[in-house]
């Protein structure tokens, strides 16, 4: 069971805009920056968005992240095929004083 | 280009000892905190250890404290993960990242299976 909470499955059509969102506590999401990523079947996670919401060099702006509280999102808009991934949440925890990730969200793209 | 290599891994006996190695190019690794991350056959990923820029700190993650040894070598760039009493549930694989933020440049890879 993982320190943040992530919805296994997620979905939208072409074109639609999706979101995922990522639960954790005071000790982590609340006190420390989020960070997003995305993974494809057999190959190491890329990363999307950074310190809350900045996106990284060449993500595109369809991407976008926040926070409030004890919760951060991950928004797609303009839905693409090639948007079909794990998408990976990521924060520190002061009390485990380690990083620590979500359960992982699985994107499909109808 | 700026890229993480990683070398190491395969198959060892429960018990077993195996250390993996990642090469940093491209890039200063004597500037950069270091991660190793696993991730088990179908699940998520799991942040293992990091290392500060001169080793002089090092963090785990408790289900393998006092079994793994995160460790570093600046002058060849070199990052490693020694992993000692080995059970089936360290079978993963496992990937080092730069932190810069943490798990902006991802390894590739390596698989270690642990299995009699």
């Known amino acids: 069971q993982s320190v943040l909470t992530q919805p296994p499955s997620a979905s939208g059509t072409p074109g639609q805009r999706v979101t995922i969102s990522c639960s954790g506590s005071?000790?982590?999401?609340?006190?420390?920056?989020v960070n997003w990523y995305k993974q494809l079947p057999g190959t190491a996670p890329k990363m999307l968005i950074h310190?809350?919401?900045q996106r990284s060099s060449g993500v595109p702006d369809r991407f976008s992240g926040s926070k409030s509280g004890t919760s951060a999102t991950l928004a797609i808009s303009g839905l693409q095929s090639d948007d079909e991934a794990d998408y990976y949440c990521?924060?520190?925890?002061?009390?485990?004083?380690?990083?620590?990730f979500g359960g992982g969200t699985k994107l499909t793209v109808l | 280009e700026v890229q993480l290599v990683q070398s190491g891994g395969g198959l060892v006996q429960p018990g077993g000892s195996l250390r993996l190695s990642c090469e940093a190019s491209?890039?200063?690794?004597?500037?950069?905190?270091m991660s190793w991350v696993r991730q088990a056959p179908g699940k998520g990923l799991e942040w293992v250890a990091n290392i500060k820029e001169d080793g002089s700190a090092q963090y785990y993650v408790g289900s393998v404290k006092g079994r793994f040894s995160i460790f570093r070598d600046n002058s060849k760039n070199l990052l490693y993960l020694q992993l000692s009493s080995l059970t089936a549930e360290d079978t993963a694989v496992y990937y080092c990242?730069?932190?810069?933020?943490?798990?902006?440049?991802w390894g590739q890879g390596t698989l270690v299976t642990v299995s009699s």
């Open positions: 310190n809350d919401n």
């Open positions: 491209g890039f200063t690794l004597s500037t950069y905190w």
């Open positions: 990521a924060s520190r925890d002061s009390s485990l004083n380690a990083w620590v």
């Open positions: 990242a730069r932190d810069g933020p943490m798990g902006d440049l």
């Open positions: 005071s000790s982590n999401i609340e006190r420390y920056i």
